[in-house]
């Protein structure tokens, strides 16, 4: 076996850990808010679990950057997909023995969170290391990732929506703790031991000290921080359009959770198409102009065509375009996070850039409850895709934005391994 072959089958292991893991947490985006919404009949507490199960997920993981320097990225994601796999499963059986009641599902779905969060974490900071074991240059390896959310958007959805459909929520929540078990063997037997051991630099320091410098570094780092704004405005709007608006639609309209997973496959279809292009192609285009293009196609089109009462033909044309420009979001956002953070503290510093884009996902869902329930369906539906367009255009006027056309070589692959010139780009949560 030549030195290459194990060094692309580690870029492979994570794929297919992100693929894994991420195909059951669609399945469940999918089934966990059917399943509240058809035992209580109320938007609001759908809205509350998903606010249970983010709100810990935001936090734990904003504070885990520095654990998973130190112990590793790799024993942090086996392990934590393991737990998750464990609590997901105690959902429906619970309610099979008629055990769950509403506090506890609230308890088992925040523990989900606080676990999936480092695990998360864990698996995209493995993505640099496995690019530069395999000299695969950085925008690719993003681009590639990019393509495997893509791919897991797409079937998660799919399935999901079929397995809610066709044998009921209970079913799909079994599948979803089913996918974190098999991304916990995935993480433990196929990647090397020595991979994501852990950064050496800083270990001696405090956890606190080792945390600290991740904000320091994050505040001197004015494209990195308005991505971070612009981010968690527009993860707000998403949560509770996915969690709240289009369960309450699909409901509303009678073309019930079959109808989301077709609008969530032919989304996850097209960005998988878009992720490709990114990879092949993104090095070679400006940034700045990709990037704004997609969130054009990515966000307010999709509020819009709910509100107006579609076809569902129409409703499935506007999910694949917008699909297709949220395909660029991430690979461009990816590559730019890992080139300006070195790699010794890019666990901290991703953690703390999640964390803060992330930190309105939790209440998006609770919001969208309140609002649909206090001033009905539609007018929230206007409301958000005015105010997605307006961020998004908005914040494109500010002049960190021209950084991100500029290659900063501040992190630490070697030479030639994973560095794609002239441009590249990673993941805060678009």
Not at 81 to 107: I, Q
Not at 116 to 138: N, Q, S, T, Y
Not at 310 to 325: D, H, K, N, R, Y
Not at 372 to 382: C, R, T, Y
Request: charged content about 10%; some cysteine.
């Amino acid at each position: 076996m030549t030195e290459d072959a194990p060094n692309r089958r580690a870029l492979g292991g994570v794929l297919a850990a992100i693929a894994v893991s991420l195909t059951g947490t669609r399945i469940s985006t999918i089934a966990l808010p059917w399943f509240v919404l058809v035992t209580t009949g109320s938007a609001t507490q759908t809205g509350l679990v998903v606010f249970c199960e983010m709100t810990p997920y935001v936090v734990v993981k904003a504070f885990t950057g520095p654990v998973v320097d130190r112990i590793g990225p790799r024993v942090v994601s086996w392990t934590t997909d393991l737990v998750s796999a464990t609590a997901a499963a105690a959902v429906p059986l619970l309610h099979t023995l008629s055990w769950l009641s509403f506090p506890l599902l609230l308890a088992l779905v925040a523990s989900i969170g606080a676990v999936r969060g480092p695990g998360d974490l864990a698996k995209e900071v493995m993505v640099p290391e496995a690019a530069e074991r395999g000299r695969i240059p950085l925008q690719r390896a993003t681009g590639l990732s990019g393509m495997t959310e893509g791919l897991a958007s797409t079937l998660g959805p799919a399935v999901g929506g079929a397995l809610v459909a066709l044998l009921g929520p209970l079913t799909g929540l079994f599948a979803n703790a089913a996918c974190f078990a098999l991304g916990s063997v995935i993480v433990a037997l196929a990647l090397p031991r020595g991979m994501g051991h852990g950064a050496s630099a800083g270990a001696s320091t405090g956890y606190w000290r080792r945390l600290g410098e991740g904000f320091t570094f994050l505040r001197g780092e004015l494209l990195l921080l308005t991505i971070i704004v612009t981010a968690g405005i527009t993860n707000l709007l998403n949560a509770g359009f996915v969690a709240v608006l289009v369960p309450v639609w699909a409901s509303e309209s009678g073309n019930g959770p079959g109808a989301i997973g077709l609008m969530s496959a032919a989304l996850g279809a097209a960005a998988v198409g878009g992720s490709l292009i990114a990879a092949v192609l993104a090095h070679r285009l400006r940034r700045r102009v990709v990037f704004f293009t997609g969130f054009l196609l990515a966000g307010a089109p999709r509020f819009l065509i709910l509100a107006v009462d579609a076809p569902m033909a129409a409703v499935l044309a506007v999910f694949a375009i917008s699909g297709f420009g949220a395909g660029f979001l991430n690979p461009v956002l990816g590559a730019v996070l890992f080139e300006r953070v070195p790699r010794p503290i890019l666990g901290r510093v991703s953690a703390l850039g999640d964390a803060l884009s992330w930190a309105g996902i939790p209440l998006g869902g609770l919001i969208a409850g309140v609002a649909v329930a206090s001033v009905g369906f539609v007018p929230v539906l206007l409301v958000g895709g005015a105010v997605y367009f307006l961020t998004t255009n908005l914040s494109g006027l500010r002049p960190e934005w021209r950084e991100m056309d500029r290659v900063k070589g501040r992190g630490s692959p070697k030479p030639g391994h994973a560095r794609d010139a002239p441009s590249t780009g990673a993941q805060l949560g678009a």
